[in-house]
C-alpha cells in the first residue's frame, strides 16, 4: 500500500486547488475504504482530521457514506487475514547470505481470529454471574436479611420471572 507521507509538501491544499467539500470528502472516503486509518485518508484528502469528525456530526449522507466505507474497509481487512491464515505467503530462506528458497508460510493465529469471526462455537464461553449476594454489597438494606430471607426472595423472583416469560 502507498501511503501519503507525513510531512506536508509545498502542494496547494484540495481547498486551495478549489476542490469542493463534496470532492474532498470523495477522496476521504475511497482512501479511506482502501485501510480503515482516519489519519492516513485524510492526509490523502488533503484535510485535516477534525474535519472528518465535523463531517459526521454534521452531514448525513458523508456518515452513511463513512459507514460504507468501513464496511469496504474491514471487507479489505478480511480479505488479507483469509490471504495470510489460508493461501498464506513466501518468504526467503537465507543461508550463508545467500538466498536458497522460498518457505511458504502460513497465520494460524489470523486463521484463529477469522474461525471465531466466523463460527460461534469457537468463541471463548463467558458468562456474568450475577447473584444477589453482589447486591447485598451494594443495597445496604439487604445486608441485614438472613441467608434464608435472601433464598426465599431469589425464590420469588425467579417464579416471577418464569410467569412473565
Known sequence: MNYPSRK????KSTAEKG???KARQRLFLQAFADHANVLLAARAAHINRTTVYVWLEKDEDFSFAFNQAK???KDVLRA??????VEGWDEPV???GKLAGKVRKYSDTLLIFHTKALMPEYREKQQL???SRI???RDPTLQTLTDEEIEALEAISNRITREQG
Not at 506536508?8 to 502542494?11: E, F, G
Not at 488479507?80 to 491464515?85: C, S, V
Open 8 to 11: 506536508r509538501d509545498n502542494k
Open 94 to 96: 537465507f543461508s550463508a
Open 19 to 21: 476542490f469542493s467539500t
Open 80 to 85: 488479507e487475514i483469509y490471504r495470510r491464515a
Open 129 to 131: 454471574d450475577v447473584t
Open 71 to 73: 464496511e469496504d474497509a
Open 135 to 137: 447486591q447485598m454489597q
